[in-house]
T-cell receptor, first 113, second 115 residues
Framework: KQEVTQIPAALSVPEGENLVLNCSFT??????LQWFRQDPGKGLTSLLLIQSSQREQTSGRLNASLDKSSGRSTLYIAASQPGDSATYLCAVRRIGSQGNLIFGKGTKLSVKP | GAGVSQSPSNKVTEKGKDVELRCDPISGHTALYWYRQSLGQGLEFLIYFQGNSAPDKSGLPSDRFSAERTGGSVSTLTIQRTQQEDSAVYLCASIRGGAPIDEQYFGPGTRLTVT
């Protein structure tokens, strides 16, 4: 059974700091991994999608890496800003499934001005 | 273009009542998923529709839950005889095709509160 774990559950940093969010998954048989952002009371915004054949994806100040063999992904946020405050969710799409995503419980990030 | 839309955005209902939640996927997207986000539980898969194929209902928590997708587009999730544990945010996502590499696009969700 695929399980996705995100550490830490919550993180508070001062503005300007670089930070790393961690995601681990138990079954390496995945099609891809996706990082999302969720603001309070809102839906999910897709940040980065990494296919299983890829090692990393970058978008602006965000960089996501994938090490499928070890079951790990990281989301790196450079020069954090208060507007980055949100919950970040990691999800994997498991091979052999109907394509539904399996989510971690998220990391709640707070960036203090 | 328009994204995935869901209605209502918020729904408060009394225990025992039936509710219907609606999802409008992105036009042309053939696959649609429903997920539930409960407090402290994370996001859980509920049901999956792909084209005209029979839906995958493996994630539905009980027979009080059902969903349909009319004309391969709009989907309705129905919860009968609601219970307090049904309180959650219900999210819908659509995918352009059925390929495993395709990205899922999520709607804003419906927050259901059962009193």
């Amino acid at each position: 059974k695929q399980e996705v774990t995100q550490i830490p559950a919550a993180l508070s940093v001062p503005e300007g700091e670089n930070l790393v969010l961690n995601c681990s998954f138990t079954d390496s048989a995945i099609y891809n991994l996706q990082w999302f952002r969720q603001d309070p009371g809102k839906g999910l915004t897709s940040l980065l999608l990494i296919q299983s054949s890829q090692r990393e994806q970058t978008s602006g100040r965000l960089n996501a890496s994938l090490d499928k063999s070890s079951g790990r992904s990281t989301l790196y946020i450079a020069a954090s800003q208060p507007g980055d405050s949100a919950t970040y969710l990691c999800a994997v799409r498991r091979i052999g499934s109907q394509g539904n995503l399996i989510f971690g419980k998220g990391t709640k990030l707070s960036v203090k001005p | 273009g328009a994204g995935v839309s869901q209605s209502p955005s918020n729904k408060v209902t009394e225990k025992g009542k039936d509710v219907e939640l609606r999802c409008d996927p992105i036009s042309g997207h053939t696959a649609l998923y429903w997920y539930r986000q409960s407090l402290g539980q994370g996001l859980e898969f509920l049901i999956y529709f792909q084209g005209n194929s029979a839906p995958d209902k493996s994630g539905l928590p009980s027979d009080r839950f059902s969903a349909e997708r009319t004309g391969g587009s709009v989907s309705t999730l129905t919860i009968q005889r609601t219970q307090q544990e049904d309180s959650a945010v219900y999210l819908c996502a659509s995918i352009r095709g059925g390929a495993p590499i395709d990205e899922q696009y999520f709607g804003p969700g419906t927050r259901l509160t059962v009193t």
